[in-house]
């Protein structure tokens, strides 16, 4: 089963891009599901923001039949460590598993968040208070570690920058499969946090994660792009789907 979508769905820079020129912001979801067609997406603005019950329940509520949700986990307890938050996260999304539509919870750590017997209590304290949980790192220094506790953890497996202590594209789950595209900007320490994100995948780099990614023994995929600038996440996205035997919903709009 894939499950293939974007790294959030509303972005100034999709309007005339990807989403039609008079497409209002409260209409984006929508146009997402409906006319692009995708079976998941990542909720990136839970990140930034604590999300609210109601804001979860109207995205639920416009999402189509078998529709799934992943949900960033607020960045004041990934990126500042307060555990505190946890429960009134918890409990303003719960009910996307309640009604079936959650994928789980990404935690997506810094790259200061190196591989630290602190770090790690910390990562062992966080995962016994959110479930199902999926652990993204940036740093290469907690490679070792995702492979002594794969069966423990679901660890993301992330595309970057080949760029010293970056972590490298590793599948170390069985089973079930996560995993993000961010992009191979070369320039992804100088450029400030919108363009790091502004590459467009070839389709012969495509094929080549097809190929890594249709293997037997992966059962489920969650497969999320978040290169969003300028939408070029949903086009690769489209694209990738295509790949794998998904079908190619709507048009493209021309930047």
């Not at 499969?177 to 900007?185: L, P």
Request: with cysteine; charged share 25%; net charge neutral.
């Amino acid at each position: 089963m894939w499950y293939i979508g974007t790294s959030g769905f509303s972005f100034e820079d999709w309007i005339g891009t990807v989403y039609p020129s008079d497409t209002r912001r409260e209409e984006m979801f929508t146009y997402y599901c409906q006319v692009y067609k995708f079976n998941a997406v990542e909720l990136n603005f839970t990140f930034y923001q604590m999300p609210s019950w109601k804001t979860i329940l109207r995205l639920l509520r416009k999402s189509l039949p078998g529709f799934k949700f992943s949900v960033k986990v607020h960045g004041s307890i990934t990126h500042e460590g307060n555990l505190d938050n946890i429960s009134p996260f918890l409990e303003n999304t719960k009910i996307l598993a309640e009604e079936g539509k959650m994928i789980g919870y990404l935690a997506q750590f810094p790259y200061s968040f190196k591989k630290s017997p602190e770090n790690e209590e910390f990562l062992f304290r966080l995962a016994e208070r959110i479930s199902p949980l999926f652990v993204e790192f940036r740093h290469d220094s907690w490679v070792e570690f995702c492979e002594k506790h794969s069966e423990q953890f679901s660890f993301v497996a992330v595309d970057l920058p080949k760029i010293a202590n970056l972590f490298p594209f590793l599948v170390f789950n069985k089973g079930t499969v996560y995993v993000r595209f961010h992009g191979r900007n070369k320039n992804w320490f100088q450029a400030d946090e919108k363009t790091r994100y502004d590459y467009d995948y070839s389709e012969n780099e495509l094929t080549e994660f097809v190929s890594v990614l249709n293997v037997p023994w992966i059962q489920t995929r969650y497969v999320f792009f978040n290169n969003c600038y300028r939408g070029q996440a949903l086009r690769n996205a489209l694209k990738f789907r295509e790949m794998v035997g998904g079908s190619r919903a709507g048009d493209l709009f021309s930047i």
